[in-house]
């Protein structure tokens, strides 16, 4: 493209003034990727480069002889430069700065731009100068990636709502209705999450890996982008066969160096193409979410070893009932609601008949599982609200809160029954397995100790009754002291 100069009638020294510039633009700037622009002292165009008219739009000779105001998206921004650097009395320095420009369409960007006079010689009218880049897609890009920052650093959010504002900012940058977020193997295809503003693609929804855009990501192993406007090889792809789409976008997500799915953004209609920069972009999104998807694997995995640790900590290994810790923590939590309420609490200390005979007869491995059969029928007969725990050795210990001790005979009677018919085979016949329980109750201010006293008193009776029974202590309820 040549350089023209916009030339009136006037004084012989501008017009060897413009002569100059026009020698020197078109030698440096005729090539240059950043727009020139050479404006006179009325602050009109005089000079283009060929960068100037594609980023503003504008023909040569459109922009030739054209006030510079109406490059600018705001007037008060053009009134503002020619106070401040676009005058006579301006000094001759180039400053860099940001501003907001808009081409013919009206469309605005932002530019960053090196502007100010140039003079020929001091006594020379100036002229001014300004070389702008366009540099919306890069703030642009500086700015959704400051969100993401925010949206992972933010400690009030869960991982499924980090994971939902991750979507819906890839979404927005894109400017794509659809954001999904999948798990994928070589067959299977499956949204783990999923925005969608017409509501037509949901979580859990599976297609087969090959009939979907995110398989050439499987490919890959990187960024994948295809726009229906400048790939027309994507009309042959068994994804837009499927699913009609005319615009992609993803990247793939990793755990543990492992892949295992994709985010990804799509939309029915082309959006105009993608450019490194969107690659760059949705590669981030998938290297921010990929490192949020570990960090939570790595608290579930937290959660659960803790889960097992509290279960080491509260339950008997053998039988999986509440031990010594668990049983203390409970009756004394519901011991002062007896207490503040005047509600009767009960206990019964359980334990099996003739064990000893057992472990001689059948073996060890026998008396375990007699062990493991109580807790199975405990579980099965006792209410929701009672506690059941092994307290050692054959003894178990039940907690019934809310109960009196005749009600609760009634729970332990109907255990015992259970017990007895339960079948039970350690060797080649059946044996019946029986079990001695003695309960108490208090309304009082008594350690479980005390409590146990009274019980431990009341088994031994049954005991000594014949075994196979349930007894209640002599005195089964005591009031405050």
Known sequence: MALRIYEPVTPPDLAINRKSVKAILSHLFIDLPQAVLVADRERRVISVNPAACQ??????????????????????????????????????????????????????????????????????????????????????????????????????????????????????????????????????????????????????????TAETFCSEIVARRGPYATDRLNDSAMCEHPAFRRFGLGSYIGAPLYLKGDFIGTIAFCSPRSTGGFTDEHLKIVAMFAQWLSHEIERNQALVELQQAHAKLQQIATQDELTGLGNRRQLTEYFDREQSRAERYSRPLSVALVDFDHFKQLNDQYGHAAGDAALQLFAKVANATLRSSDLVGRWGGEEFIIVLPDTPVDAAKTVIDRLLGNIRTAPFEPGSHRVVLTASAGLASTLGKESLEDVLSRADGALYAAKAAGRDRALMSADPLRGPA
Do not use: W
Not at 78 to 96: I, L, M, P, T, W
Not at 101 to 113: K, L, P
Not at 155 to 170: D, H, M, V
């Open 55 to 208: 980023l503003f739009r504008y023909k040569e000779q459109e922009l030739i002889g054209q006030s510079t105001s109406s490059l600018y998206a705001n007037a008060a921004d053009f009134v503002e430069q020619g106070e401040k650097r676009f005058n006579s009395d301006a000094q001759a320095v180039h400053d860099q700065y940001l501003m907001r420009y808009q081409r013919s369409d009206h469309s605005v960007f932002t530019g960053e731009t090196i502007a100010g006079p140039i003079r020929e010689s001091p006594e020379a009218p100036p002229l001014y100068m300004a070389l702008i880049r366009d540099v919306s897609a890069r703030l642009k890009a500086d700015e959704v990636l400051e969100k993401l920052y925010n949206i992972t650093c933010d400690p009030s959010l869960s991982f499924e709502q980090t994971q939902r504002a991750i979507l819906e900012l890839g979404r927005s940058y894109f400017a794509m209705p659809l954001g999904l977020v999948s798990n994928i193997d070589d067959h299977t295809f499956e949204i783990r999450e999923a925005i969608d503003v017409n509501d037509e693609t949901h979580s859990g929804d599976i297609h087969p």
